[in-house]
């Protein structure tokens, strides 16, 4: 698929169809993933990929919120990853200070897991990027997370059960982006841009 059109096709989708997603496909996304950027290159994403019903049921009831509806979609979806931080040691001097103490690597697994959508979206299939996860601390342990890393998102991967609501809701260029302080950014083709 062109670039434009996976930026433009990749919405967060929360309903989806129960048809499995095959390996290779979860795969080719977190290839993807893998070449993202990162402070001082120390990629510190691991992914741990839920594609067994039973255990991904399990670690979506720590991510769901029934009360509060939140994450529902977690469930639903065939296909659960887990985006952990891996702040182990590093022998880079900056390391310590750059993306441990100043949270670089949140930077850089926010990276990681937009080019895992888009390549998501390059095989028309649905993501949804979860934040909100209702215990941590049980899913971290239904998962084996071991001292020094942390769950920080969670990716709900499948096929979209029906088309997204068809609005997106973005702020304009002009409201965004300026060249040169001061200057609003106007788009070639906007007709009061003469
Ligand atoms: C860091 C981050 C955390 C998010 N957390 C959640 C979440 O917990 N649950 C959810 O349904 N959507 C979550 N989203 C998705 C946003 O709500 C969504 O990207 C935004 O509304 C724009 O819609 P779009 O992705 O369809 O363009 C999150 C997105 C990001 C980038």
Request: a neutral charge.
């Given at each position: 698929?062109?670039?434009?059109?996976?930026?433009?096709?990749?919405?967060?989708?929360?309903s989806f169809r129960p048809d499995p997603v095959r390996r290779e496909d979860i795969?080719?996304?977190?290839?993807?993933?893998?070449?993202?950027?990162?402070?001082?290159?120390?990629?510190?994403?691991?992914?741990?990929?839920?594609?067994?019903?039973?255990?991904?049921?399990?670690?979506?009831?720590?991510?769901?919120?029934?009360?509060?509806?939140?994450?529902?979609?977690?469930?639903q979806a065939p296909v659960l990853i887990a985006v952990v931080s891996d702040l182990?040691?590093?022998?880079?001097?900056?390391?310590?200070?750059?993306?441990?103490?100043?949270?670089?690597?949140?930077?850089?697994?926010?990276?990681?897991?937009?080019?895992?959508?888009?390549?998501?979206?390059?095989?028309?299939?649905?993501?949804?990027?979860?934040?909100?996860?209702?215990?941590?601390?049980?899913?971290?342990?239904?998962?084996?997370?071991?001292?020094?890393?942390?769950?920080?998102?969670?990716?709900?991967?499948?096929?979209?059960?029906?088309?997204?609501?068809?609005?997106?809701?973005?702020?304009?260029?002009?409201?965004?982006?300026?060249?040169?302080?001061?200057?609003?950014?106007?788009?070639?083709?906007?007709?009061?841009?003469?």
């Amino acid at each position: 698929m062109e670039f434009r059109n996976c930026v433009e096709n990749r919405r967060s989708i929360r309903s989806f169809r129960p048809d499995p997603v095959r390996r290779e496909d979860i795969l080719y996304c977190l290839d993807a993933a893998r070449l993202s950027p990162s402070s001082l290159n120390c990629q510190p994403w691991r992914f741990v990929v839920l594609d067994d019903p039973q255990l991904k049921n399990r670690a979506a009831s720590y991510i769901s919120n029934p009360l509060l509806k939140s994450n529902l979609h977690a469930r639903q979806a065939p296909v659960l990853i887990a985006v952990v931080s891996d702040l182990s040691e590093n022998p880079n001097p900056l390391y310590r200070t750059a993306v441990k103490k100043f949270g670089m690597y949140q930077y850089d697994l926010g990276a990681a897991v937009q080019t895992l959508c888009l390549a998501a979206a390059d095989l028309g299939l649905g993501s949804c990027i979860m934040s909100t996860i209702r215990n941590k601390k049980q899913l971290q342990d239904l998962l084996g997370i071991p001292q020094g890393q942390e769950i920080c998102l969670v990716v709900a991967l499948g096929y979209p059960d029906g088309d997204p609501a068809a609005s997106r809701e973005r702020l304009s260029l002009e409201e965004i982006c300026c060249f040169n302080p001061g200057i609003p950014a106007e788009r070639p083709d906007d007709p009061s841009h003469s």
